[in-house]
């Protein structure tokens, strides 16, 4: 028995190619929630110590060490945001973040509003996902009525216009074959001499 069947880093890494997207996405952006309230956690407790430190007027932060307190999401809400993050496509996961980001910045919001934020944030990226999909819907049946209706004025007329043949009489055609002036019929009025008639 050979020692390479031991290591795992030998195999080679079909990991990657087995994940669906959408599980990436769920992943990624969970990950992101995570993170985002482990942050807002330690901005809050800077913020507790800088209180204490000015409340009593001496850091005593050295000395004290304070019980690792984390925030968690209950399993509900965390299945609810799962389910949510699975309607995100994979093209909206990067401009979910950016906008998950520029509102943490923007709100610095305690520990227990991150979930919140995340989640009006995802309704705001599935609104505009079913927003585009219902223009792309739109868009395909313009594009198909407009073809039918194409090629229904594509057929080419039987009547033709030459302008060399013409029942039209002028002035120019009475003189060449020298025959008499009929009456013309004009835009303007004719004139003639009361000798005419």
Not at 20 to 47: D, G, Y
Not at 63 to 68: A, D, E, G
Not at 97 to 106: A, V
Not at 147 to 175: G, N
Request: some cysteine; overall charge positive.
């Amino acid at each position: 028995m050979s020692l390479a069947s031991w290591f795992r880093w030998n195999e080679p890494s079909n990991r990657i190619s087995q994940r669906n997207p959408t599980e990436m996405v769920v992943e990624t952006l969970m990950m992101e929630l995570s993170w985002q309230i482990k942050q807002a956690e330690k901005q809050q407790q800077e913020r507790e110590n800088e209180y204490r430190k000015i409340k009593t007027g001496v850091d005593y932060g050295w000395l004290v060490s304070y019980p690792k307190q984390s925030y968690d999401i209950s399993p509900g809400e965390r299945l609810q945001l799962e389910d949510m993050c699975t309607k995100i496509h994979p093209s909206y996961c990067g401009p979910v973040i950016l906008r998950f980001r520029q509102l943490i910045t923007e709100y610095e919001p305690e520990v227990q509003e991150i979930s919140r934020l995340f989640r009006s944030v995802l309704q705001e990226a599935a609104e505009k996902i079913k927003e585009e999909e219902e223009a792309k819907k739109l868009a395909r049946q313009w594009n198909t009525k407009n073809k039918t209706s194409l090629s229904l004025t594509t057929f080419k007329s039987r009547s033709r216009i030459s302008p060399f043949i013409s029942d039209i009489k002028t002035i120019s055609e009475d003189v060449e074959r020298g025959t008499p002036p009929t009456r013309r019929v004009w835009s303007m009025p004719e004139f003639r001499n009361a000798k005419d008639y």
